[in-house]
Every structure is written in C-alpha cells, then in structure tokens.
C-alpha cells in the first residue's frame, strides 16, 4: 500500500515561491500517476496538477496553469509542486494523491480516480 508524505508548505508573500515535495513509500513508484490537489476550509478539493507515470504527461487547472510545474523523480519515489507567482487565493492545504496506472502516458484529474492520499501540507500566501 502506497504511502505518501507531503512537505514543504509555509507561509510566503503573494509574489513569492514555493516547492511541494511528496515522497511515495511501499510501491513501486513509476508504476503510479500522481497528482496534486488543494482544499481550503468550507470548499470541496480542487486539482490543481497531474502527472503520468512516466512524467511525460502533465496537466494543470486553469487556475494554475503558467505559474505552478509539476515534476516526478521516480528513482527517488518523489513527486513535486514548483509554485511560483504565488497569489492569496492559492491558500489551502496541499495534498498529493497516488493511484496505479496501466499506461505510462495516462493522468487523472478527478479525486475519485486517486486511491492513497497524502495528510496534507498548509500554503498560506499573504497579500
């Protein structure tokens, strides 16, 4: 079963940048499609990025698209968000999800296709 670990959320000005790391334990990890997904409270969870297994395959909400690059190294079991030109309504708590995929050019951009999830990691942007 797969494990995931998030790290590196903080607290940054509108403007700044920050890495999202997410370290995978327990599978075999090219063999998972990741993806990235952010809830603040009141809200339903919202994608934010995905990635296929291989890493070729990358998508991103609109939201988000231009300013936040997903990447994966999968010899270090690790997925990460680069999130730059931060903005005050990117704050949520970050959660990177892992489910297997039979293609190596497949992602999932839906929640319910995800079946282990991260305990989540906290980005506040200030303005």
């Known amino acids: 079963q797969v494990q995931l670990v998030e790290s590196g959320g903080g607290l940054v000005q509108a403007g700044d940048s920050l890495r999202l790391s997410c370290a995978a334990s327990?599978?075999?990890?090219?063999?998972?499609?990741m993806g990235w997904f952010r809830q603040t409270p009141g809200k339903e969870r919202e994608f934010v990025a995905a990635v296929s297994r291989s890493g070729g395959m990358t998508f991103y909400a609109d939201s988000v698209k231009g300013r936040f690059t997903i990447s994966r190294d999968n010899a270090k079991s690790s997925v990460f968000l680069q999130m730059n030109s931060l903005k005050p309504e990117d704050t949520a708590v970050y959660y990177c999800?892992?489910?297997?995929?039979?293609?190596?050019?497949?992602?999932?951009?839906?929640?319910?296709?995800?079946?282990?999830w991260g305990q989540g990691t906290q980005v506040t942007v200030s303005s």
């Open positions: 327990g599978v075999v990890f090219s063999m998972y499609a």
């Open positions: 999800a892992a489910t297997q995929a039979r293609s190596i050019t497949y992602y999932y951009t839906s929640g319910s296709d995800y079946r282990a």
